[in-house]
Every structure is written in structure tokens, then in C-alpha cells.
């Protein structure tokens, strides 16, 4: 359902095709899921396998999602904000919101906005803690601080940078938007935007924003431009950007040398 190609865009590395990044998540001490439904493509950590649950959720939603699309054809293409709609199923109105914050198309939010109500809907189910990761974009639940690696393409920096998540702040997303990596719709530069936030779904559509700004691979005032968009979005915690060699953070970030 996430608009494809960018200005950027190239075939993804090998080890994104393989999603080789997963193997650096796994976690001994929960199970992991997968779940993949058209573009859909989850990877799921919990104390207990979840394949079935995941995978219902993962069809109610997009059933909602789909049958919405159907009635409002110009959702799908929109690269703008939409007006709210009281009467969208909840899904869709947050993915509404949060691409009216970020300034961008609601589709913007679609994979982070899965990721959080599929794992808030595991939560609520009894599982302890989860994890959620749709395509680099996390719902992150967790009794314990993590490290999330940063994936950049061929950048490299890409697997040698981590952001420190700490517990207290969970659960949130930890959302990346690429213009070199994946297939979603990015008009900038950079290898990666990540962005943490309280919802997963301004997340998302917070990184491709920002991931927009960045017009000139390895330039610093475009890194430069692009975190000043970051710090006009009171929403989010904090961002960090690769582009080519260079790196920039805002807020609430903490780097880590991996």
C-alpha cells in the first residue's frame, strides 16, 4: 500500500532484500514472528510465538485500511495532509494526524501505524513485552533499555551507529525512512532519518518528512535543514540522520558506537 520509488531509489542492497538487519535484533529471550501479508511484512518479538494473532490483526487492519482506500480513492496519492475524518476507523484517523503534523500524505504512517496497533493489540492481549518491526519503522515495548542499529544502504556508517532507547520512555516508535534502502516513496537524499516518538505513526511520517529536507547526499547545510524542520515538530523526541559519511542528531537522542 506505501507508495514506491523515490528520487534516489535503487535496487536495495542484498542484505535488505534478505533482511539480514533482522538477524541483529533477535533477542534471546523472546520469540520471534513473522508475519507477511502483500506489502505487509512484519517481524514480531514477544515471550510467546504470536504467528496467529499477529497475522489476524494484521487482516482486520488492513481490511479497514483497504475498505477506507476504496471510498477515498485520493488517500493513497495524496502527498499532502488530508482534513480529519471523525468517521475513519481509528487506524486511519491516526495515520490522518500524524501526517498532519509531520506535513506530509497520510501514507506516510501506514507501516509504523500497523506496527503500533498490532503490538498495542498484544499488549492488551497479556504479553509482556513486544516488539514490532514493519519494514525498519518499531513499536517498541520493552521492560529493559535497548540499542536500535541504524541500517544506511551502503553509507558507511550503516551498522556502525545504534540509538539507546531508554525503558521508561516505552513504549514509542523508532521509525526510519531511506531514500537508498526499501521502497517507500522518499524525495530526498539521505540513507537514513530516524525518529523517535510517543506514537509510532508520527514516527514514520516525521522521517519521511525530514528525510525530504535532505536534498544533497553528504551536504551539511542540507543535514542542517533538515534538523531544523525536525526541531519544528514538537511531537517527536528526537532524530538522526545519515547521509553518505555524515551524521547529524536532535533532542532526546542517544548515539551509540556499534
Not at 500500500?1 to 536495495?12: A, D, H, L, N, V
Not at 523472546?30 to 502483500?38: F, H
Not at 490522518?96 to 501505524?113: E, N, S
Not at 521509525?175 to 516518538?197: E, T
Request: some cysteine.
Amino acid at each position: 500500500m506505501k507508495r514506491k520509488r523515490g528520487k534516489r531509489r535503487k535496487k536495495p542492497p542484498l542484505s535488505y532484500r534478505k533482511r539480514k538487519y533482522r538477524q541483529i535484533a533477535e533477542q534471546a529471550d523472546l520469540v520471534s514472528s513473522y508475519v507477511q501479508v502483500r506489502e505487509t511484512d512484519l517481524h514480531v518479538l514477544a515471550p510467546n510465538p504470536v504467528d496467529e494473532a499477529v497475522f489476524s490483526a494484521v487482516i482486520r487492519y488492513r481490511t479497514q485500511l483497504e475498505n477506507y482506500i476504496l471510498r477515498h480513492p485520493g488517500f493513497v496519492d495524496s502527498l499532502l495532509p488530508l482534513p480529519s475524518d471523525p468517521m475513519a476507523p481509528p487506524l486511519v484517523r491516526e495515520m490522518i494526524r500524524a501526517a498532519a503534523i509531520a506535513g506530509v500524505g497520510p501514507m506516510a504512517a501506514v507501516a509504523g501505524v500497523l506496527a503500533e496497533f498490532v503490538g498495542r493489540d498484544l499488549l492488551a492481549a497479556g504479553q509482556e513485552e513486544v516488539v514490532v518491526e514493519n519494514g525498519g519503522d518499531i513499536f517498541l515495548a520493552r521492560q529493559r533499555d535497548c540499542t536500535v542499529s541504524i541500517f544506511a544502504g551502503e553509507s558507511p556508517l550503516s551498522g556502525r551507529v545504534g540509538v539507546a532507547v531508554a525503558c521508561d520512555g516505552m513504549p514509542l516508535g523508532v521509525c526510519c525512512s531511506s531514500a537508498s534502502v526499501g521502497h517507500s516513496l522518499s524525495l530526498g537524499q539521505a540513507d537514513a532519518v530516524v525518529v523517535i516518538a510517543k506514537s509510532t505513526a508520527v514516527a514514520d511520517a516525521a522521517a519521511t518528512r525530514i528525510g525530504n529536507e535532505v536534498r544533497e547526499t553528504g551536504s551539511r547545510k542540507s543535514l542542517e535543514n533538515a534538523l531544523a524542520v525536525a526541531r519544528d515538530m514538537d511531537t517527536i523526541s528526537g532524530v538522526a540522520i545519515i547521509a553518505d559519511e555524515r551524521l547529524g542528531a536532535w533532542g532526546e537522542v542517544e548515539l551509540v558506537r556499534l
